[in-house]
């Protein structure tokens, strides 16, 4: 009921009748006033007022995320969040990607979740997901022969990049910086702090013969988390905890899907990531700064100049000055004086 009546005060954008309502939901005044207290409580500011009836009036810092609300934001994209499955809680939103695309789930399908019980990190680490005012996500892609399997990794960076673009075109204090640690952790300091981490992506890719089958790009985001567990505070936040406000997850996610879909097809197009370069750059904590490249082969530190084309990271060896390209999931890269 609450789904139905939101869906009506969505697309009505001024008031709608409590007569109305009722008439359209077949249903009580009594269950529309209970219908409309419950969206209060999950955030909704809902004005009421006599002989007018209900009206929505849109706040960004309203933190709202349901089914109605994705699908309305992402209605605008191309083809990213056609279609958009909200769960409250799953297992991991990559694997219920997979599982879409078992049934033939066109690309752009996207999983998105509240909370995870098996949320899964980078290099087989569990990402904890409760119900905390976060969210996970994954977004099917089926390049078929448009990417090459040694491409797939590049994916990654695209969107941490777009990320890193919707984040942005939020309001945020101007104290607060936002950048990517390479290759793919988007992080933020707040007023000249260290960087700390807000964002994981996993991407997996599954292979048919020699072509990929498809390919899920999984996304942590630490949003209104208010609080961070003991063992890793040093390296992560929230954006509310750094910004200040409550940030609308609905909002952040569009935006964000919009940019990918944007920098993924540039990044089709040219094969590589040249068209991205530049930006990601720009967005590099790493840049210029002594970093400690964790070689099995043997550790080394460095300065980080930048990426290649092909997403990896060029560093200055200290020893001799060669310029060294470090491949994303060879090897781990810290920074010197900290996590980046
Ligand atoms: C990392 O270790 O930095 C990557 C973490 C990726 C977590 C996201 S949450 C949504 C998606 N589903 C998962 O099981 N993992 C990814």
């Excluded at 609450?2 to 008031?15: H, N, S, T």
């Excluded at 709608?16 to 009594?30: A, P």
């Excluded at 899907?257 to 920098?263: I, Q």
Aim: charged share 25%; hydrophobic share 40%; glycine share 8%.
């Amino acid at each position: 009921m609450k789904e139905k009546v939101l869906k009506i005060l969505l697309e009505a954008d001024d008031f709608v009748s409590g007569q109305k309502l009722c008439e359209e939901l077949q249903v009580s005044r009594t269950a529309v006033w209970k219908a409309i207290r419950r969206l209060q409580e999950d955030g909704y500011r809902i004005e009421a007022v006599t002989n007018k009836g209900y009206r929505l009036t849109h706040s960004s810092e309203a933190d709202v995320l349901g089914q109605v609300e994705l699908e309305r934001a992402l209605e605008p994209l191309s083809w990213a969040g056609h279609p958009v499955i909200f769960k409250a809680q799953t297992g991991s939103t990559n694997e219920d990607i997979f599982a879409l695309s078992e049934q033939e789930y066109p690309q752009g399908t996207l999983v998105a979740a509240a909370a995870q019980t098996r949320g899964k990190g980078r290099r087989g680490r569990t990402w904890i997901s409760p119900e905390n005012g976060n969210i996970y996500m994954s977004l099917l892609l089926k390049p078929g022969n448009d990417l090459q399997p040694v491409q797939a990794p590049m994916t990654t960076l695209v969107a941490a990049l777009a990320v890193y673009n919707a984040l942005l075109e939020l309001d945020l204090p101007e104290t607060l910086r936002i950048g990517i640690k390479w290759p793919n952790d988007v992080v933020v300091s707040k007023e000249g702090g260290e960087f700390k981490k807000i964002c994981g992506i996993l991407t997996e890719m599954r292979m048919e013969e020699m072509e990929i089958r498809d390919v899920v790009v999984g996304i942590g985001l630490n949003i209104n988390q208010t609080q961070i567990p003991e063992e890793v505070i040093s390296t992560a936040t929230s954006l509310k905890i750094a910004a200040d406000r409550t940030i609308c997850r609905t909002e952040l996610t569009a935006a964000l899907w919009r940019h990918f879909e944007e920098d993924y097809e540039a990044f089709l197009s040219a094969g590589d990531l040249s068209p991205l370069r530049e930006t990601y750059e720009g967005a590099l904590v790493n840049r210029n700064r002594e970093v400690r490249v964790l070689d099995p082969a043997g550790e080394y530190s460095g300065t980080a100049k930048g990426i290649t084309e092909a997403g990896e990271l060029i560093v200055i060896r200290n020893e001799d000055g060669k310029e060294m390209h470090i491949g994303a999931g060879e090897v781990s890269v810290r920074g010197v004086m900290g996590y980046c």
